[in-house]
């Protein structure tokens, strides 16, 4: 499977934007990429999913390198609300038995923390 | 729409009990998983339904686990002579399939329930 890897932990201060990175150099050309965020003492959110193109919705923005090989979340105004484990999830279309599309795979994620 | 909910929120017992969590997940959500988090770690996938079909089992989910979802409705998982090394939070999580698009398919997550096995 192909596997991403993130920065354990960032920083950001309040009301401003925070970019939080991840790498997928193995990603295949059918894989999504999404993002989901677990608040402290909660079940993970989905924030944001995209496979090519920049996609941008209420909760944040994702920035997509052409060669599918990074990406990037954006916050454009980091509040204490946001401070949250963010977790960036390929999910393979993979048509093998057992293809297993349907459930997340979460490695450690970023641990961002927001000043205020 | 009341979002998945998961009972009880905490849960203590000892080693060698069984233990029974309850997840209701999202109405008209025919698909529920389970998943399991230890502390500093990211959600591990433990098993999936589609209605009340149990369609796939990780390989973490030993034989004295077993979960059910009678009806397609809510599903409850069982822990059976509870281990240490069950102490974990456990995770419930629903989506509605559109059709083949499953990558489009957003999960919903329950707020756990956190094991403790003493």
């Known amino acids: 499977d192909a596997k991403t890897t993130q920065p354990n932990s960032m920083e950001s201060n309040e009301e401003e934007p925070v970019h939080l990175p991840c790498n997928h150099s193995?990603?295949?050309?059918?894989?999504?990429i999404h993002w989901y965020r677990q608040l402290p003492s909660q079940g993970p959110e989905y924030v944001i999913h995209g496979l090519t193109s920049n996609v941008n919705n209420r909760m944040a923005s994702l920035a997509i390198a052409e060669d599918r090989k990074s990406s990037t979340l954006i916050l454009h105004r980091a509040t204490l609300r946001d401070a949250a484990v963010y977790y960036c999830i390929l999910r393979d279309v993979r048509k093998d038995s057992g293809g297993s599309n349907y459930k997340l795979t979460f490695g450690k994620g970023t641990l961002l923390t927001v000043n205020p | 729409d009341t979002g998945v909910s998961q009972d009880p929120r905490h849960k203590i017992t000892k080693r060698g009990q069984n233990v029974t969590f309850r997840c209701d997940p999202i109405s008209e959500h025919n698909r529920l998983y389970w998943y399991r988090q230890t502390l500093g770690q990211g959600p591990e996938f433990l098993t999936y339904f589609q209605n009340e079909a149990q369609l796939e089992k990780s390989r973490l989910l030993s034989d004295r686990f077993s979960a059910e979802r009678p009806k397609g409705s809510f599903s409850t998982l069982e822990i059976q002579r509870t281990e240490q090394g069950d102490s974990a939070m456990y995770l419930c999580?629903?989506?509605?399939?559109?059709?083949?698009?499953?990558?489009?398919?957003?999960?919903?997550f329950g707020p756990g329930t956190r094991l403790l096995v003493l």
């Open positions: 193995t990603i295949s050309g059918t894989d999504y």
């Open positions: 999580a629903s989506s509605q399939s559109i059709g083949t698009h499953t990558l489009q398919e957003t999960q919903y």
